[in-house]
């Protein structure tokens, strides 16, 4: 089993930035896919940013890039999310998730944190 904790959420007015961290237990992640999504209020959860294990590998969703950065510590087990210039928009909560690599579902998921951000 795999256990993801999120932090670093918080409020931040439009412009700022914030640094979400996604720290793993139970299982050395450093052959897994990580990623990011969120769920804003009212609206369905979506995939953000992720990274393949060696960190050689990013997406991103069209509405962060450029301002979101998703990285990784394998040796820390730890995955990482940069959040500059941050929009009203992106207010959400935000989640971890893995995957094996040759697993196409990311079925370990992180409890989420609220990101805020005020105009």
């Known amino acids: 089993q795999v256990q993801l904790v999120e932090s670093g959420g918080g409020l931040v007015q439009a412009g700022g930035s914030l640094r979400l961290s996604c720290a793993a237990s139970?299982?050395?992640?450093?052959?897994?896919?990580m990623a990011w999504f969120r769920h804003p209020p009212g609206k369905e959860r979506e995939f953000v940013a992720s990274?393949?294990?060696?960190?050689?590998?990013?997406n991103y969703a069209d509405s962060v890039k450029g301002r979101f950065t998703v990285s990784r510590d394998n040796a820390k087990n730890t995955v990482y999310l940069q959040m500059n210039s941050l929009k009203p928009e992106d207010t959400a909560v935000y989640y971890c998730?893995?995957?094996?690599?040759?697993?196409?579902?990311?079925?370990?998921w992180g409890q989420g944190t609220q990101v805020t951000v005020s105009s």
């Open positions: 998730a893995a995957r094996p690599q040759y697993v196409s579902v990311y079925n370990y």
């Open positions: 139970g299982r050395t992640l450093s052959s897994y896919v």
């Open positions: 990274i393949n294990w060696s960190g050689g590998r990013t």
